[in-house]
């Protein structure tokens, strides 16, 4: 267990990029009871923003330039493309029956795949993505990757902004209202299309964040790269207690916690050599979930509150 | 006298059942005007219609010179129209004061925002100890108390209450009423909705007996409180 520091230190990193997307969950569901299983693909075509804008800079561009410019091509073109979906996809179907909007997502989805898969150039295979240049640094005994460094700052204020904004301004406070009661909401002059929309481009513009975070890791960006993310997310918002963007950053750093620590430690357990490394994380983080609804299906800072009526 | 608001041969339906059947009546500016009848009578789907929340089929609904009937819900607090909805419906997890900000969320004078929560406050002093406490931990008629306090904080010409006696205790009931003829006293035009009639008919100038989604009655509050119909039927007198 020598290495237990480093396990955390990746495990938190990890998390705080799945709680980055799962705010994008937690939002929208909060406020329209919808999951909104294309989210991971808002992440990935923010990911693709931020790439195209990268390599329309001149070449030679220091990524300290660069970034932020990618960050804002990033965050709008996820904003852009959450909010078109809200609007032509997810508002005719306000009053259907819920599975209607569940199956219009998982359409949108794969729609965004194809989009992107089609017609960006050489998408068909993963797109390089630069990195933070730089050698990984050292803290006591944790290495920490440079291209890390991003989350490390960006996932923090992001989460003290939204804070802010929901408890401190007055469009915070209309949200507020909204998702514990949207008719009473418009009873008090709150515009509660505008707060959905509004729900839905916060999420997105998280989801850019995370998109750059993701592809500064791993060096890459490709169409596929929604769907895992995406489902750890949602994990990681179930797990916190959807609903609740404290929970959604909290289970995001569980689950990433969970995974880094499964990976690193379970096949030393007697009997389980067969189930550590790599490979197996996925299947942990899921198992996670399964047992997390098994003893408190509202999630971890979830309420257990009876549907409204 | 003039007429506030005026409702003509208004009708609504849920899908295809017409729960409002072609109803009219008006409310003076500064009286109180109740609408008595059954569960299921439309009273509350009237209410829910004149607040903009839901759709009418046909009719008109003139309020303050103009028509509502294509308002969206969030715009016509702002005309003046404030309803404190059937079973309360506070924000429960916003704290008492963060609720009655919200019923001020179109107002911009924060003099004049801070100078009615502390009337509300004199109004209903449980709210002002509990200010800071989450609304949801209120009792029945503390959350009544609430909901009214919130809709008044618009500063409305009409103030509509919903069922304002539900649920609650004969005590309560009591400070409720007489909040109400407080409100009346200092020029507040109301619409009530209630199932105590007797309580209800006795404080209002005039009322409406609706049934099955018709009025089928209407006349000034004492009248119908001596109506033998009335006392028949909503009074329990044989």
């Known amino acids: 267990m020598h290495d237990l520091p480093q396990q955390l230190a990746n495990g938190l990193i990890l998390g705080a990029l799945y709680g980055l997307v799962a705010i994008g969950y937690t939002m929208v569901y909060g406020i329209v009871q919808l999951i909104n299983f294309a989210h991971g693909e808002i992440v990935m075509v923010g990911g693709f923003g931020a790439l195209t804008a990268y390599l329309a800079l001149p070449g030679g561009t220091t990524l300290w330039l660069a970034l932020p410019l990618m960050l804002i091509a990033g965050i709008l073109v996820s904003t852009l493309t959450a909010v078109a979906a809200e609007r032509f996809a997810y508002r005719p179907l306000r009053n259907a029956p819920r599975l209607a909007p569940l199956i219009t997502a998982i359409g949108l989805s794969i729609f965004l795949q194809q989009l992107v898969f089609s017609f960006y150039p050489d998408a068909k295979k993963a797109r390089v993505f630069p990195k933070i240049p730089g050698d990984p640094f050292s803290l006591g005994s944790v290495t920490v990757q440079r291209s890390d460094l991003f989350l490390i700052i960006a996932a923090p204020l992001c989460m003290l902004a939204l804070g802010w904004f929901v408890t401190r301004t007055r469009s915070g406070r209309a949200m507020q209202a909204t998702s514990q009661d949207p008719d009473t909401a418009k009873l008090m002059g709150i515009d509660t299309d505008r707060i959905i929309v509004m729900a839905f481009a916060i999420g997105a513009a998280f989801a850019a964040v995370a998109a750059v975070a993701y592809g500064l890791r791993s060096g890459q960006v490709d169409f596929r790269m929604g769907f895992i993310l995406g489902l750890k997310a949602f994990t990681a918002a179930v797990l916190g207690g959807i609903g609740n963007i404290y929970g959604a950053m909290l289970g995001g750093l569980a689950l990433g916690l969970a995974e880094a620590l499964a990976t690193g430690y379970i096949q030393h357990l007697p009997g389980m050599h067969l189930f550590g490394g790599g490979a197996w994380k996925d299947v942990w983080a899921f198992v996670l979930l399964i047992l997390v609804l098994l003893v408190r299906p509202q999630g971890l800072l979830g309420e257990r509150v009876a549907d409204r009526a | ?238």
């Open chain 2, 1 to 238: 006298m003039t007429a506030l608001l005026e409702v003509e041969d208004l009708r609504v339906a849920y899908g295809k059942i017409e729960a409002v059947k072609g109803i009219s009546f008006t409310v003076h500016q500064g009286e109180v005007t109740t609408l008595i009848g059954t569960n299921g009578a439309g009273k509350t789907t009237t209410l829910r219609t004149l607040s903009g929340l839901l759709r009418p089929t046909a009719g008109r609904i003139t309020f303050d010179g103009q028509d509502l009937a294509t308002v969206p819900a969030h715009k016509i607090v702002a005309l003046g129209l404030a309803h404190s909805p059937e079973g309360r419906h506070i924000f429960p997890r916003m704290t008492i004061e963060e609720n009655l900000l919200l019923g001020a969320f179109l107002r911009t004078d924060a003099a004049g925002i801070a100078a009615d929560v502390e009337r509300a406050y004199s109004l209903f002093p449980i709210l002002g100890e509990r200010r800071r406490q989450a609304a949801g931990t209120l009792s029945g008629g503390e959350q009544q108390m609430l909901a009214m306090g919130r809709a008044l904080m618009s500063q409305p010409k009409l103030l509509m209450l919903d069922e304002p006696s539900m649920g609650l205790s004969p005590l309560m009931m009591q400070k409720i009423m007489s909040t109400i003829v407080e409100l009346k006293a200092s020029g507040t035009t109301i619409l009530l909705v209630e199932q105590n009639a007797q309580a209800a008919l006795s404080l209002s100038d005039r009322g409406y007996v609706m049934e099955t989604g018709r009025v089928v009655l209407s006349g000034t509050g004492a009248d119908l409180l001596h109506d033998e119909s009335v006392r028949k039927a909503y009074l329990g007198e044989d």
